[in-house]
């Protein structure tokens, strides 16, 4: 009786390797041909071994290695740790970290005990030279890995390598395979870590163990070195009695090393086995095996190793049809969707690009423009996605994963990038084929992969813009507005519902940016819980804290979108958008970048702008460092989060600081060009330098430019009233309300002064209380809002005296001898609105032009105390003498005493 095999091939795995999941191999490339050339890879190498990049180390003892090793001994952080690289990809909830650390009694302070751990983890990489791998997702952390990093991935990989050259009918390299992986082994995984739940998850990965092991053995039994494994293989069955695999295999190797009454005595050990222990007789693997040996069955002999077949060269390729489903509820895009087609579906079809930023639609419009052309590519269309961060392997990767579609067999497909790149242009001459790549980040990784005939089309997708020939097609998908962004909602979610809520459809696409891949999320939600309403969503979507947490569901991710952008960026230009998520101002100038980043503006607008690539940023105008950016809502609240990252690892009140201190040195040097003084000198501890080219440039009209950063302005001074950078604070309410005179912008003004008001009570700052309450009474003066200006007035004056501040005391009596001046006016017959009336028109008196009387310094102040100063007031209030210079439009009209030199005249 013949069996059909005794030892099961077992290829459960897809013969085709991920490509997200190899690791990236370094290319030395100087490549300078253009993208429709042959690639010119110099001296390119066999990929490097796997394995040989391993930082972290789970298969045995934990290790963790950087530039030196990184020693984790600690109880939580271990835990901690270990949660981390098990669930790599998926990160691990904060409430999960606490319930591996304490069980069901964790402490009060658990979830603080937690961040500490992961702040030291963070510390201790970092000094390592591993960078910052922990980051904040969305309740919990997540550790990014780059492939090939961690001992279990690169086991994983390795045991797919080796299965999927076992379904190939290749057990040499599969056995290569699965021993390099059970190499990687050194103990039991993860024996230090004392945790029920980590210990739980380590069950399965040990199963996966032992599966290679024993996928391994079957590979080197049809070999033929039954001798070599016997012992192995004996040692496995005695450790494992209730797995019938070894048992077969057990049997099989002592019947071909010619003791078959040993394989027999090996088979009733395992019946006897199974019945006193399961009750059960083993199954019929076993049975048929046992009878082959009783017979001397041929089926037990060595088997044949045949060499694969490879493609018969005149035998007519597959087609393959790769395209991924195209999306049903498409819309918009007609024009572009048109023109696509049109441009591809010529007989020498060209080279289509499209970009934009994530999630804005760029894979569902080239699917189904892909689909639409279809037709006229009767020889098949290709497809692939390049992974975040992927190099010359995964290029690789893909180029195999053609030419097996293309019906090549692995054993066909060459080693080298060049060696597949080659073969791919040879298997699609002369024939009319469209390729579709995703997500190709630059032109070095796209060249293997455009066809060499010019009758094949590739379609390409790119958040960056790329530098493609000069006959490309190349569309820029800009995110939709929101009228169109309620059309795709509707035909996502269906019109009756968003027509039963048309308000709540509009600020729900409001909030989602009008970005597709949000809407898509948003939409998903509500199909998969019916009974909410769109403006139960929308409320939820209110909440900035959790924004981005409503939008993912089933694989929709925005969050995830925008990490990926974010994770290919240099160091300093995620450290700047990181940063930009911390102003109070969705719109921002360019020269911001320098003090957030603390470099030459020049340097920080070329960070800046690789942003923009990145399509993070948003240009709204100008150029230089008079141009204009802007932070789109989501990627804004990403940032903010990117932020919260950085500020759990070192202090980011500095870059803050430094960037209040431009806007006050901006402030004051307009605040100058307009004839008034500033509250500090230029190089007061507050003020950030800035170079006084880029001051010119920006500051060429101070009107205008006061006008165009307004807004920027007032939430400066609200920023620093709220993280407590008072006396930043109440300079910079002085300044704009200085500024705002001059425009005539009151609502401004007092803004700016009732914030700064309420940060120098709160802190207790007597000086600058006094100055807000000088500042305000004067508003209130020039609105004749007499009972409230008199009230602040005074009550400035009286803390200036206090103080010794002689200038600060000076400028109010002035302003107070005003005040007496038009209320004793009022009382002989004029009509201005007295008390709390509301603001009347100017005065129809000649005002003084002399600019605002703000001090400089602590001395100027008349603060003898700080400064020894023994001038006497009188020295201090009298009037500089006129100078020829060109007089100034004035910034306020008040008294002063003498103007501070701006940077321009020095």
Known sequence: MAIASPLPARATADPTPDPAANPPADSTSDSTTDLTGEPTVDGQAPAAPVGTAVRFRVLGSLEVRGSQQVAVTARRQQIVLALLLLETGRGVGLETMVNAVWGGTPPATARSQVQTA??????????????????????????DLAPGELDLHVFDELAARGRAAAADGRPAAARTAFREALDLWNGDPLPEVDSPVVQTKLVR???????????????????????EVLGEISALA??????????????????????????????????????????????????????????GSNDLDLPAVTAPATVNATAPLPLPRMLPARI?????????????????????????????CAGVGKSALAVEAAHALAPAFADGQLYARLPVGAGPREVSDVLERFLRALGFTAAAVPES??????????ALAERRMLVVVEDAADVTLLRPLVPGAPTC?????????????ADTYTVELEVPQIPEAVELLAAMTGRERVAAEPSEAIELAELCDGLPLALRAAAARLSARPHWSLAQLTARLRDERRRLDELFHQGLDVRAALRGAYEQLAAPARQLFARLGGLPTAEFPAWAAAPLLDVATASAVDVLETLVDARLVDPVGGSGVTARYRLRGLTRLHAAECLAELAEDQDESAPRRRLLGAWLTLADEALLRQGGTPAAELHHPTRWPMELPMLRAVLSDPGEWYGTERESLLAAVRQAADVHETEACW????????????????????????DALRATQRAGDSLGEAAILFSLGTLDLRE??????????????GAFERLGADSWRAAAGKALERLARETGAAADGRTPRPGRGGAGPAPATPVETSAWGVPATQRRYGLAASTGGSGTPAARTTPAPRSSAPRHRPAASFPTRRRTESVEEQ
């Not at 990965?205 to 001798?227: I, N």
């Not at 027999?264 to 095996?289: C, D, K, N, S």
Request: charged letters at 25%; glycine letters at 8%.
């Open 238 to 295: 005695a450790e494992f009695p209730l797995r019938e695999r070894p048992a077969v295999q057990l049997m099989t190797a002592l019947y071909r090393c010619g003791r078959q009454a040993e394989a027999l005595a090996a088979y009733h050990q395992v019946r006897r086995t199974f019945i006193e222990e399961l009750g059960i007789e083993p199954g019929p693997v076993l049975l048929r095996l046992e009878l082959a040996i009783l017979n």
């Open 118 to 143: 992961v702040s030291a983890l963070r510390q201790r990489m970092e000094r390592a030279g591993l960078g910052k791998r922990i980051r904040m997702h969305g309740l919990g952390y997540t550790l």
């Open 731 to 754: 300079h910079l309410a002085v300044a704009v309300g200085a500024l705002a005179a001059v425009q005539r912008a009151h609502d401004d003004w007092r803004a700016a002064g009732t």
């Open 417 to 426: 990038l060049d060696g597949r790149s080659a073969l791919y242009r040879s």
């Open 328 to 356: 049903t509820d498409f819309t918009g895009h007609a024009d572009v969707l048109a023109e696509l087609t049109d441009r591809l579906s010529a007989p020498s079809a060209p080279m289509a690009v499209i970009t934009g």
């Open 205 to 227: 990965v040990s199963e996966r163990r032992f599966e290679v092991l024993e996928e391994c053995l079957d590979a080197e039994l049809r070999l033929g070195l039954h001798h």
């Open 784 to 797: 004749r809002r007499y009972e409230q200006a008199t009230a602040r007035l005074r009550g400035a004056l």
């Open 457 to 469: 089309g590739l379609l390409v997708t790119s958040r960056a813009r790329l530098s493609a020939p």
